[in-house]
């Protein structure tokens, strides 16, 4: 008869799991984690061939990396260091962040593109505006960035 409870149990669990979508679990777990590792970070400033250097920057691949902040002499090497656009994943009032950062960024041509995204309470919907804008890209370098880049790295990582 125990068995049979377990059993019984292990099929609604599995009911459950089957009618959510596990990449939005997923994508909330990770999110999750995100925020409660606020302050167990190193800042680490990594530089490339070209000579900009980006704080805690991870290269996904030849046409996507994230990055914390650039600072104001930064964003102005980001087309010669041959990004296309940059994708900016926090509010423009945290401590590190550049005024103007958008037009400095279109003043070099590329395209600026802003989702502020929440620290405390990152949601499936800022994650989704995000997908939407990356699959509308063709090819190109993209940086994406926040403050320290924990929202970036995740978003980038999905």
Same mark, same amino acid.
Request: glycine share 8%; with cysteine.
């Given at each position: 008869? /125990? ?16 009618? /959510? ?18 302050? $167990?970070?190193?800042? &680490? &400033? ?10 805690? /920057? ?24 041959? @990004? =296309? ?12 962040? $550049? ?26 919907? =800022?994650?989704?505006? @995000? ?16 403050? $320290?880049?924990? /929202? ?7």
């Amino acid at each position: 008869m /125990r068995g049979d409870c377990y059993l019984g149990e292990e099929k609604r669990q599995q009911g459950m799991l089957e009618g /959510r979508d596990m990449k939005t679990i997923f994508v909330t777990f990770l999110l999750s984690l995100l925020a409660g590792s606020l302050h $167990v970070h190193a800042d &680490v &400033v990594n530089s490339d061939s070209n000579g900009l250097s980006l704080l805690n /920057r991870i290269d996904y691949s030849p046409s996507l990396t994230t990055s914390g902040q650039p600072t104001e002499g930064e964003l102005a090497l980001i087309a010669s260091a041959g @990004f =296309d656009r940059i994708i900016f994943l926090a509010f423009t009032n945290h401590p590190k962040a $550049v005024a103007h950062e958008d037009d400095i960024v279109r003043d070099q041509g590329l395209q600026f593109i802003h989702i502020p995204v929440e620290w405390e309470s990152p949601s499936q919907a =800022d994650f989704a505006a @995000f997908a939407a804008i990356m699959h509308t890209f063709g090819s190109g370098k993209t940086l994406v960035h926040c403050e $320290v880049n924990f /929202r970036a790295s995740v978003f980038g990582f999905l």
